[in-house]
C-alpha cells in the first residue's frame, strides 16, 4: 500500500542521523578552510626578525653581468692640454678623487699634442662611449672639444685651466676651483647652448703653422662658442706672448694692444641675413655669441649663449678721444649707433674687407681672409651648468 504524502502545509522532521550528518561535513570544511590558510601563510615573507632572506637592493635588479652585480660606473674622459700643469700626477689624483666621491670610475686623462689640441682627443672619448668629456686647458682646448661634440648628445664639462676661461665665466660656472668645476660637471644639469660656424673663403685663406691634422682647419669651417673676429682684436691675440699670458693672465693683451692701437683703419661691407649690404670703415669686427669678453666686460649686452643669434659689433674709432668715446659706451652698455661703433643680430652674417686681415675663433688664429660668412646652429652643444637658465625649455 502507497504511503501517503503530508498534507501541505505540514513540517518535515529532521532526525538526529542527519543533524549529525551535516556538522561533520561543516566541520570538515572549516578544517580545509584553515588548513588552506596555514599553507599560503607560510609561502608569505615574515616581517620583523627570525631568520630570513632581505630583500635585494632595487640596484641589483639593473646588471650587466651576472646575478647581483652592481651596475658599472659612469665614465668621464678629460681632454688636458698638459702644457698648462706643473704636475699631472697631481691633477689625475686630484680629478680622481672627486669622482670617487661621487660613485664615478676613475676618470680617463687624454692629453693634448702640438699637433692636435683637442679634435682627435675628445673624437677618441666620444668612441669610447664616455658619459662625460671635460676640457682642461686654454680656450683653443674648450674650442676644440666643444667642435667635436656638437650634435653628438654627449655633455661637456668646462674645467678651469686657462687664462680665460670665456665660456665657462659666460655661462656663470666656477673658474677657480678645479674640483668645484668637475663637481659641477658630474652632477650638474643640461644647458643646450648654441654653435657659431665661421667659413673662410677657400682663396683668401692662409693657414698658420701648427694648426695640424686633426684640427679640422682643412675644411674651412670652424666653430666658436664665445665670440669671432677679424682686424685689431685678431692681431691682439696673435702677437700676445704665451709665457707673460701664464705669468699675469689676461693683462698680457695689454702690451700687445698698444701696439696695434693706432693700426689702419680698412673697409668692411656685411649683409646680416641676407639683407642690404652696409659699408663701414672699421679697425676691428666681433661677432659673438656670447657677450663678454676678457676682464670681465660685457661687449655686448644682448648676447645669450643659447638664443639663436649672432650679435655683431664694428668699431672704428680715430684718436684717444674716439677710444674713449667707445669704452664709455661699452661700459654703460649704449646701443646707440655713432661713426665709432656699430651694433648687429642676426642668425648669420657675411662680411668681405677691401684688405686681408687676421681672423680669430675663441682667441685661435686661422689664417688671413677678405671674405667669411658665419651662421648660428641653435642648441647644438649640451654644458653641464649649475642651474639651468630661467625660462629655458629642455633643459635637464
Not at 151 to 157: I, R
Not at 299 to 310: F, H, K, Q, V, Y
Amino acid at each position: 500500500m502507497r504511503a501517503a504524502l503530508p498534507p501541505c502545509g505540514t513540517f518535515h522532521v529532521v532526525s538526529w542521523a542527519e543533524i549529525w550528518t551535516w556538522a561533520g561535513i561543516g566541520v570538515a570544511v572549516l578544517f580545509a578552510a584553515v588548513g588552506l590558510y596555514l599553507v599560503l601563510s607560510s609561502r608569505r615573507p615574515r616581517r620583523g626578525g627570525g631568520a630570513h632572506r632581505a630583500r635585494p637592493a632595487r640596484d641589483s635588479f639593473r646588471t650587466d653581468g651576472g646575478e647581483g652585480e652592481a651596475p658599472p660606473r659612469k665614465e668621464v674622459a678629460v681632454v688636458v692640454n698638459p702644457t698648462k700643469f706643473e704636475d699631472m700626477g697631481e691633477i689625475e689624483r686630484r680629478l680622481g678623487a672627486v669622482c670617487d666621491d661621487h660613485g664615478w670610475a676613475e676618470p680617463v686623462l687624454l692629453e693634448t699634442t702640438e699637433n692636435d689640441v683637442g679634435f682627435g682627443q675628445t673624437r677618441e672619448a666620444v668612441e669610447r662611449g664616455v658619459d662625460l668629456v671635460c676640457a682642461l686647458g686654454g680656450d683653443g682646448t674648450v674650442r676644440a672639444v666643444a667642435q667635436e661634440l656638437v650634435g653628438t648628445g654627449v655633455p661637456l664639462g668646462l674645467l678651469p685651466g686657462g687664462t680665460g676661461n670665456l665660456l665657462a665665466r659666460n655661462l656663470e660656472l666656477p673658474v677657480d676651483s678645479l674640483e668645484r668645476a668637475l663637481e659641477v660637471a658630474l652632477t650638474g644639469r643640461n644647458r643646450h647652448v648654441d654653435a657659431a660656424w665661421m667659413t673662410l673663403d677657400p682663396a683668401d685663406l692662409e693657414l698658420e703653422e701648427g694648426v695640424g691634422e686633426g684640427s679640422s682647419a682643412g675644411e674651412r669651417r670652424h666653430a666658436f662658442f664665445v665670440m669671432a673676429g677679424l682686424g685689431l682684436d685678431a692681431a691682439i691675440m696673435d702677437s700676445t706672448s704665451e709665457q707673460l699670458k701664464n705669468r699675469i693672465g689676461w693683462g698680457a693683451y695689454v702690451p700687445a694692444g698698444f701696439k696695434h692701437f693706432l693700426r689702419d683703419r680698412f673697409k668692411v661691407t656685411l649683409s646680416v641675413e641676407g639683407g642690404e649690404e652696409e659699408t663701414e670703415r672699421a679697425r676691428t669686427l666681433v661677432i659673438g655669441n656670447c657677450g663678454k669678453i676678457t676682464g670681465g666686460i660685457d661687449l655686448m649686452p644682448d648676447a645669450e649663449p643659447d638664443d639663436g643669434t649672432l650679435d655683431i659689433v664694428v668699431l672704428a674709432p680715430r684718436g684717444l678721444a674716439a677710444w674713449v668715446s667707445v669704452a664709455g659706451r661699452v661700459i654703460t652698455k649704449s646701443g646707440r649707433r655713432t661713426t665709432h661703433m656699430s651694433r648687429y643680430r642676426g642668425t648669420s652674417v657675411r662680411v668681405s674687407v677691401d684688405d686681408p686681415q687676421r681672423v680669430q675663433v675663441d682667441g685661435d688664429i686661422i689664417g688671413e681672409a677678405r671674405r667669411l660668412a658665419c651662421e648660428v646652429q641653435p642648441r647644438a652643444l649640451i654644458v653641464r651648468s649649475q642651474t639651468p637658465r630661467k625660462g629655458s625649455n629642455g633643459d635637464s
